[in-house]
């Protein structure tokens, strides 16, 4: 029998639970730090110095999520799970911020805009970021949402002399807000149906009891809200109107790290509750935004928003791998959605940072226009910016077209030969535009004067980081395969051993009492 | 055989020397002269390397020689397997002595972007061969997809007036077309849990996939439309003719010589080594198809008034004789099929340099604009003549051995096959002769020509082994035949039932 006070102090983190939170906790020091030191600054020099400090800080949480990695196990009351996955979308979104940051550097400056704030919000939301990769806690992981998701829109918001800019945070931050709320009321409701809102917990009494009616709107709920956050049909309508507007720097980290840290959370409640009744939602889910996104793409004029149906297409394809019900499927659907969610990351980040250095001054050249003859006049540039869109359209060495290729065999495994089937029709039809914009770089003369300026050290150094990224992801996937399978075992075991015999592994970890 | 240890690595080697030598030139500061020399270099020295294949070769033995396996990509059963056959070694050794005339005719054409034209064409030399060498599906579809793209820049960045048009309508035609042949592929890998192409093919033909006789139909036609749209087989064919128009000189040589062959060995490969079943009982409406490439092709290729247009044409209707050849079953069509592959390669690869080397002079392609040419040129009008005669299939040149075993072949399955198919032989007589009446004899019609110039050293370079090349084929078929037929009767072999079937019709 234990005492009140006994009771009081278990309940006080122990050392190492702050050992499973160290990225996170390292961000918020360089975090705050920037934003003590923003006034303190000299105004010229801030830009450099805050955004080397700010990338710093993303390479100290780099390192620090080894450290992280060292502690595997169950932290803060066991709403924090520290595994191969949560280590995995971790690296991930600080790896993304990192790259973003060094790109930004010229942005800030070619833009007048004063950085402090901007590097601080990138740091906040990454620790959002990160908590959403390593909670299994439903609140805590709709905290890590809010967390992620306000730093967003104001820097959705940051051109703020730009109506486009304004528009774009504000639309960003009231459909934002809706769909969080959906997600709240999904957690409510999964509250009242299982009485936990602990994912280990609610899956052992799902797979215990009957299923009831309130489950399955909590599910549809929690969806609609996560939906939104990867921008996946039919909630969707937001991505074209606030990428256009945003900072293209920020839109290449909007497009890739909040959506990885949405991917991990759906990942978590998709196969970890082993939610019931997902199917045909995943699945029309998947085939709508392949083909909604790819049919948007071909219409449009304005890089930026290319790239935004583009986005939306690609979470199609990632929602494929979702859509598997056995467990052996399901392993490699995980594995497969984690390959993928790296790929895209970091072809996408190096597209934007073309863009944006592209952009120029007051993003004057985001037009496919402007990018005639960019072949000639600039061209590593334009080399880069094609490796990059090659990776997109799904060409053999790079990982796009692994990405892509996992993603469809997986389903194939799986037996969803009619959505493999609009899933390879799809990016078909999406080689189109992106072809387009290798065209007119290549096989187009300049129409208009476009300057075209140096490229500075970081957008450098972050492009190549990108290059290789994809180049070795296409030619060499095997560790990062190994690493995401490994994670799929992690996240689905409990329900595994449960659900079947046949599974390989026992569960590596069985919970501890709860 | 004191080298024997070269030979698991041979395939690397041949395969990758253009890759690095592409990115060597990317450090290469950009003096043109010196691109174009390394060029050749590493393009001569890669056809150098690839000879050792035929030298070495085991010309009686079945199967697949100088194979390398290794593991690429543990966790999904990926190899690095590569091997070649009769069939594959000598389109290895096609595109490896097209590549260097390919870098002497662009010798002068190109003095635009000269760097990224040769990186280009290198990258591309790589992709084209990694396709004949890879026995490892998702290898073969990795460099299937990867000739796409250097070969679209080549088109859409030094091509003629509509280079655009023409480039994104053969990138979206084989795209399009491919991501079938990936699906069909990855059906495979879910059922067999393997990529390699000796696993699946033996899987089943022993009936070891459950599922198969349900797909096969869908699979067959998965890898049959990649292929048909890339040979180009009537009505795939409309994207070629604005392809090869709008290429530069080299692209369309590799474009004819070489990209089209792969549709065509993908056929006999995997279409025929995978689905024997399927193919038979496809075989039928495939060579209709196949009789229309040829009589079509032929005459359209008879009115158009531009060159490179009736060239590229006269491709439709050529490889019309390799696909009838393939699906006619039969040892003498088989081994037809390949030697027209490879004649074509080397005459109509030639025809396609003699127009750049027209162009080069005059900018126009059309016929009209031509005439009495023999008299101001008398070396490029035999060079010209020479390469007609080869391509007509003059008795003693190389494209009257295959299609004479094509046209054999054909006769044994069926005969009316034949007989449609022999028209085919006169047809290209007629617009191959008529053309070259047009161009060479008479007066010289536009004062203009009288001043050309007659056919330069770097040209002949680049003309001339081809016409050697077609000499030797057609008096000594069988220095390549007695590779090729090992490997046409084991393709027809390992399925004996199948082969007694076609042949007792």
Redesign the interface.
Same mark, same amino acid.
């Given at each position: 029998m234990t005492t009140i006070p006994a009771l009081i102090l278990q309940t006080i983190p122990q050392g190492v639970d702050y050992v499973r939170i160290l990225p996170e906790i390292v961000l918020s020091v360089f975090g705050i730090a920037i934003m003590l030191l923003d006034p303190v600054v000299d105004e010229e020099k801030s830009q450099k110095t805050l955004g080397l400090i700010a990338f710093v800080g993303t390479v100290a949480a780099l390192i620090s999520t080894w450290g992280m990695a060292q502690s595997p196990g169950l932290a803060f009351s066991n709403t924090i799970r520290i595994d191969s996955f949560s280590i995995f979308f971790t690296f991930l979104v600080i790896a993304i911020a990192a790259v973003v940051i060094l790109s930004s550097f010229e942005y800030m400056a070619v833009q007048r805009i004063r950085a402090g704030e901007y590097y601080a919000l990138i740091l906040f939301g990454v620790v959002g970021m990160a908590l959403m990769s390593s909670a299994i806690e439903l609140v805590l992981i709709f905290i890590g949402l809010e967390i992620s998701s306000i730093s967003t829109y104001i820097l959705a918001g940051f051109r703020r002399n730009e109506a486009a800019s304004s528009e774009a945070s504000l639309k960003y931050f009231l459909l934002g807000s809706f769909a969080t709320a959906f997600f709240l009321y999904g957690v409510a409701l999964m509250f009242g149906a299982t009485g936990s809102t602990n994912i280990d917990i609610i899956a052992q009494r799902l797979q215990s009891g009957p299923v009831e009616m309130l489950v399955f709107a909590a599910m549809a709920l929690m969806f609609v809200g996560l939906g939104f956050k990867v921008a996946a049909a039919p909630f969707h309508v937001w991505t074209p109107d606030v990428y256009e507007g945003a900072p293209a720097p920020v839109v290449g980290f909007m497009s890739t790290a909040p959506k990885a840290a949405a991917f991990a959370v759906l990942l978590r409640v998709v196969f970890a509750i082993n939610a019931p009744g997902r199917f045909w939602f995943l699945w029309v889910a998947a085939a709508l935004s392949m083909t909604l996104g790819n049919v948007g793409a071909l219409v449009q004029n304005n890089v930026k928003r290319l790239l935004a149906y583009s986005s939306i297409a690609h979470a199609g394809y990632l929602l494929v791998a979702f859509a598997m019900t056995t467990p052996q499927d399901s392993a490699t659907g995980i594995s497969a959605a984690m390959f993928y969610t790296a790929a895209y990351a970091a072809m996408n980040v190096g597209a934007f940072a073309v863009v944006s250095h592209f952009a120029n001054a007051g993003e004057r050249y985001v037009s496919l226009e402007d990018y005639e003859g960019l072949?000639?006049s600039s061209?590593l540039l334009a080399a880069t910016l094609t490796i990059f869109l090659?990776s997109l359209i799904g060409?053999?060495?790079t990982g796009g077209?692994f990405a892509k290729?996992?993603v469809?065999?997986a389903a194939?495994?799986a @037996?969803l030969?009619w959505l493999?089937?609009i899933g390879?029709?799809n990016?078909?039809v999406g080689?189109?535009y992106y072809?387009r914009i290798?065209?007119v770089m290549?096989?187009?003369e300049a129409r208009t004067e476009v300057p075209v300026t140096r490229v500075p050290m970081g957008l450098g150094v972050a492009l190549a980081i990108s290059v290789i990224a994809t180049i070795y992801l296409g030619i060499l996937? @095997?560790r990062v395969?190994?690493i995401a399978?490994h994670s799929a075992q992690d996240l689905l075991p409990q329900q595994a051993a449960g659900a079947s015999n046949t599974a390989q592994n026992p569960p590596a970890a069985a919970l501890p009492g709860q | 055989m004191n080298i024997d240890h070269l030979s698991p690595y041979i395939l690397t080697f041949v395969t990758f020397v253009p890759l690095a030598g592409a990115l060597l030139l990317v450090l290469l500061p950009r003096r043109d002269r010196d691109i174009r020399i390394f060029s050749l270099v590493i393009s001569l020295l890669t056809f150098a390397l690839s000879l050792h294949l035929p030298v070495h070769f085991h010309r009686p033995q079945q199967g697949f020689q100088f194979e390398i396996d290794n593991v690429w990509i543990t966790s999904l059963n990926i190899h690095y397997h590569m091997g070649i056959d009769g069939i594959s070694m000598w389109l290895v050794v096609l595109t490896t002595f097209l590549t260097p005339l390919c870098v002497l005719i662009s010798w002068k054409s190109v003095h635009d972007r000269v760097k990224e034209f040769f990186i280009l064409l290198l990258v591309l030399e790589t992709a084209l061969i990694g396709v004949f060498t890879s026995l490892d599906l998702f290898l073969f579809y990795f460099f299937w997809e990867a000739t796409l793209i250097p070969m679209a820049l080549l088109i859409g960045v030094f091509g003629h007036e509509r280079k655009v048009y023409a480039a994104v309508k053969f990138f979206m035609y084989t795209m399009i077309a491919s991501v079938f042949m990936l699906a069909a592929i990855l059906w495979l890998y879910a059922q067999t849990h393997s990529f390699d192409f000796v696993i699946i093919r033996d899987q089943i033909a022993h009936g070891a996939i459950p599922n198969f006789p349900a797909a096969a139909q869908w699979l067959f036609l998965g890898f049959f439309l990649a292929f048909a749209v890339k040979v180009p087989l009537f009505p795939f064919h409309t994207w070629l003719p604005d392809a090869h128009v709008e290429a530069p000189t080299a692209g369309s040589v590799l474009l004819a010589g070489v990209l089209l062959k792969m549709g065509t060995y993908g056929m006999l490969r995997f279409n025929l080594g995978l689905f024997p079943e399927q193919s038979r009982q496809n075989a039928w409406w495939i060579m209709i198809l196949a009789l229309i490439g040829i009589i079509y092709g032929a005459l359209v290729a008879m009115v158009q008034p531009n060159m490179k247009k009736l060239i590229a044409y006269s491709s439709v209707s050529h490889l019309g004789f390799v696909v009838l050849g393939i699906f006619s079953f039969t040892q003498s069509g088989l081994n037809g099929a390949m030697f027209v592959m490879l004649a074509h390669g080397v005459s109509t690869g030639a025809l396609f340099m003699l127009a750049g080397i027209l162009h080069e002079r005059r900018h126009t392609y059309e016929i009209s604009e031509f005439g009495g040419l023999a008299a101001p040129m008398p070396v490029y009008a035999a060079s010209y003549l020479f390469i007609v005669l080869a391509s007509v299939g003059l008795p003693l040149l190389n494209g009257f051995v295959g299609e004479f075993l094509v046209l054999s072949g054909a006769f044994q399955a069926k005969a009316i096959y034949g007989i449609l198919g022999a028209t085919g032989v006169i047809w290209s007589a007629v617009y191959l002769l008529w053309m070259f009446q047009r161009v060479f004899y008479g007066k010289v019609t536009h004062p203009v020509n009288n001043s050309l110039r007659d056919l330069l050293g770097f040209e002949k370079a680049a003309v001339w082994p081809c016409a050697v090349a077609a000499l030797f084929m057609g008096v000594a078929p069988i220095l390549w035949l007695s590779a090729i037929d090992p490997a046409v009767q084991a393709a027809l072999t390992s399925i004996p039932q199948v082969v007694s079937k076609v042949v007792g019709q």
């Open positions: 072949g000639r061209p090659l060409i053999p060495m077209f290729f996992y469809f065999s194939l495994r @037996n030969i493999t089937l390879v029709a990016s078909a080689a189109y072809l290798i065209v290549y096989m187009r996937p @095997n395969l190994q399978q | -």
